[in-house]
């Protein structure tokens, strides 16, 4: 009876609708990294498969971006005469039947005898037209491939919106790194010189020290790092810290070892710890505290920076997260702008303060999220 059940399991519909379903998946991250001829060649084999056509073209204004179907001395006939096909369309927008006077070639065995040349559209702009040859021109085969041009015109501007998050993530990172520099550079060198004379060996330790910071914070491309690399980077901020401030930083961190592999957002974790040290201790005299907590949260990461500070006025958080100039919070919009371009508005800064109440702020990350990948450096 089981046999019985697998051998009739779904009905023709069934079957042929999640073959669909699959191939559009196999051409799907080929056509989310834009139109390359790289990319159009790697997809162009699926995209046919959902056709069933005897051969599919992808032009731009360029020429002929990539060719599947039949080879040999039928693609030579056709291949050449591709980027003529595709420059109406192109140019209108419209899709075009083209019958044998306008395609077919000499060769009587030739499998090519109709095209359907549909528009490829982003941002209401015609960038390019994929073009099925056929022996035959249906309804059906034109409604196909306005269809599938339609769904790769939805694919590429997908591509184009997550072209358009890196630039600005990286335009954010430089933005981060300018704003970091003024802050911390010059008080860590006077640290430094301070030891020169006295203890010189601390002095070249904190050099290196700096020397690996800088390193980690200006280094270039990798929008992503791992949870521990980005912590041990604040240890060298700390470091660096404790030898301006002496006694009157106390550091204490609550790590879950589980949560150390996740990747984040570069630069997410020091800025938010700069913040609890100025503004936790610049302008007092006494002891500050900081806490720094990483938690499991079964799916995700949480993690948060703490101080018992000063504290700061609601409206001027407010101010900083929204990116008002005139705050002096190093990175705090910047990096909620960042995790929220990331993962979402779900994903922001929260943040826990009121004046002479110090400063929380937290954030979470998933474990896991498509397209967040560390760079090995």
């Known amino acids: 009876m089981f046999a019985r059940r697998r051998k009739h399991f779904g009905t023709p519909a069934d079957k042929a609708t999640y073959a669909t379903l699959h191939t559009a998946s196999l051409a799907t991250p080929h056509l989310r990294e834009g139109l390359t001829p790289a990319a159009a060649g790697k997809a162009s084999r699926h995209l046919r498969d959902l056709l069933g056509t005897a051969a599919i073209a992808i032009c731009d204004s360029s020429g002929v971006l990539a060719w599947d179907g ?38 009587p065995q030739c499998p090519i005898r109709t095209a359907v040349v549909a528009p490829i559209v982003t941002e209401e702009r015609v ?6 040859y056929s022996i035959r021109t249906s309804a059906a085969l034109v409604r196909a491939t306005e269809e ?111 949560v150390l592999p996740v990747v984040i ?39 948060s920076v703490e101080d018992d500070g000063a504290g700061s006025d609601p409206e001027v958080i407010r101010a900083a997260l929204s990116g008002e100039s005139g705050s002096d919070s190093v990175g705090l919009g910047n990096v909620d702008a960042r995790l929220r371009q990331v993962y979402g508005d779900a994903y922001g800064l929260v943040v826990e303060t009121a004046v002479d109440a110090g400063t929380k702020v937290t954030f979470r990350v998933p474990k896991y999220s498509s397209g967040v990948h560390a760079v090995s450096r």
């Open 70 to 107: 039949v080879g040999g001395p039928y693609e030579s006939n056709h291949r050449g005469d591709a980027k003529a096909i595709a420059a109406p369309t192109l140019r209108s927008g419209r899709t075009a039947v083209l019958g044998a006077h306008d395609v077919a070639c000499g060769d």
């Open 265 to 303: 957002p570069f630069l997410v974790v020091q800025p938010l710890v700069e913040n609890a040290v100025r503004h936790g201790l610049e302008g007092t005299t006494g002891v500050g505290r900081i806490t720094i907590h990483a938690r499991d949260r079964i799916n995700e990461a949480e993690i």
């Open 127 to 132: 960038v390019a037209v994929l073009v099925a």
């Open 148 to 258: 599938v041009a339609r769904w790769v015109s939805g694919q590429i501007e997908l591509a184009e919106l997550n072209k358009e998050r890196t630039r600005a993530m990286e335009a954010e990172l430089r933005a981060l790194r300018a704003q970091i520099s003024p802050h911390f550079i010059y008080n860590a060198l006077a640290a430094i010189a301070s030891f020169v004379r006295t203890d010189p060996e601390r002095a070249r330790e904190l050099l290196l020290e700096f020397a690996d910071f800088s390193r980690y914070a200006l280094r270039r491309g990798g929008e992503f790092t791992t949870l521990s690399d980005e912590l041990r980077n604040v240890e060298r901020y700390l470091v660096l810290e404790q030898a301006r401030f002496g006694d009157r930083l106390k550091v204490s961190l609550l790590i879950a070892p589980e």
